[in-house]
């Protein structure tokens, strides 16, 4: 059954892709070549969150969000750091953390039809994980794309985590936050390896999105900031155990 379900998941959301070609690429070229940029952000945001949940939809993910409250308002310096579960975490944060920002994207990305599309209007920021140099440059467009009020999210582990408990944060996985003084968002993301990767039969698997208070890196102290890491791990961790309220 749990290959089923993925296999009618695959089956619709590759058409929505294609579609989204027409209902959302093309227009969106169409208003910016019109000099409207602003709705033609706005109308990539909705054909995004509309791919999103249906992603979600197919695959009878349930989604709970707590402290939705806690995102800044458009415009902030942000930097979203998430914990890292399954392929699903971005659609989840799209759809229903209503985030729209940059990720840190793998360069072979690029050459994928539609998908890199949408990876470019999202302001993602390309990365060649074979060059030093490369990490570098996406490091200092990513503060760029922060300094400009376009949000980024950072994965500080690294990779999916497989057991679901939050891993090590890699070295130097802050710095794009700290260097652009940047809001710190600390967002937990509770479930979406069993509704994909750790799938098991057919069901509805519930998606736990709780959304911390935010850390302003501008404000900090030196002790504060040596502590930054130490501090957003115990609010993503929290964010595990803390019951998000019902639906």
Not at 83 to 111: C, T
Not at 146 to 151: A, L, S, T, W
Not at 172 to 192: N, Y
Request: hydrophobic letters at 45%; glycine letters at 8%; aromatic letters at 8%.
């Amino acid at each position: 059954m749990k290959y089923i379900q993925i296999t009618f998941a695959v089956l619709i959301v590759i058409p929505v892709f294609i579609i989204s070609v027409f209902v959302g690429i093309i227009p969106s070229a169409l208003l910016r070549a019109l000099g409207a940029e602003s709705l033609s952000e706005r109308w990539n945001r909705i054909n995004a969150i509309g791919i999103s949940r249906t992603i979600l939809f197919t695959l009878g993910s349930r989604v709970r969000v707590s402290g939705a409250e806690h995102i800044p308002r458009p415009g902030s310096k942000v930097c979203y750091v998430v914990n890292h579960q399954s392929m699903l975490d971005i659609p989840v944060l799209i759809a229903y953390g209503h985030v729209w920002a940059g990720f840190i994207a793998k360069k072979e990305l690029r050459s994928v039809p539609i998908l890199n599309f949408w990876i470019q209007s999202m302001h993602c920021v390309y990365i060649d994980r074979t060059s030093p140099r490369s990490s570098i440059d996406a490091i200092f467009k990513g503060v760029d794309n922060i300094r400009k009020g376009i949000p980024m999210v950072i994965f500080p582990e690294g990779t999916r985590s497989k057991t679901g408990t939050l891993g090590e944060f890699k070295p130097g996985s802050l710095k794009l936050a700290t260097r652009a003084k940047a809001l710190v968002v600390p967002i937990t993301i509770d479930g979406t390896r069993c509704a994909l990767e750790n799938r098991k039969g057919f069901g509805f698997p519930l998606v736990n999105l709780t959304i911390a208070e935010p850390i302003d890196t501008a404000a900090l102290n030196e002790e504060q900031m040596k502590n930054l890491s130490d501090t957003i791990v115990q609010a993503i961790e929290k964010g595990q155990r803390s019951p998000v309220p019902s639906e």
